[in-house]
């Protein structure tokens, strides 16, 4: 009794992890949620001339593979809507935000994904603070040396300006949701 049970729970183990490695294989065919990839800018897109629901497309830079799978050949192109326009105003530059929802391979296979452009900025792309308008000089002391004043900026800040991204510049796309590839 003492022999056969060590074997028999060699042979249950086995069995558990062939059945987890064959659940891994049928997974692993999907870009899974949180995945980035780096996405080229074809056309310009600017606050000025884009508007709520127009349509935006990238090009995928490079080939992303899954194990030996090649699941987002370069090349694709992918396809997104300007969710959200801020314009500018004082103090800060304006700001847009794209959600991605198509994307189609060179060899002409379409998906359907849901993800963002991605910023550290609440995925807005551009936003920026601008910088001050007024500043006011404050004495500087050091020991030992002579006082010097130095510019402290006010409160005051420009007029903010439009964003524009430019043909050939490189964003992030992230992946909100696992996208199975055929």
Sequence with gaps: MRKLFPIIFLAFFISVMCVRAEELNQQG????????????VPEEISTLTSDIGDEVWFINTQDMYIYETNAIPENTKIYGEV???????????????IRIYKMITPDKKVYRIKGHIYSD??????????AAVYYRKVPHYNFRLKPFLQAAPLKVLEMGRHTIVKPGEELFLIFEEDVPIK
Excluded at 88 to 93: A, E, L
Excluded at 121 to 130: F, L, V, W
């Design 29 to 40: 065919n999907a870009v899974r949620q949180g995945t980035f990839i780096k996405v080229m």
């Design 83 to 97: 969710e959200d326009v801020k314009e500018p105003v004082q103090g800060r530059d304006a700001a847009l935000k």
């Design 121 to 130: 900025n609440d995925n807005y792309i551009g936003g920026k603070e601008t």
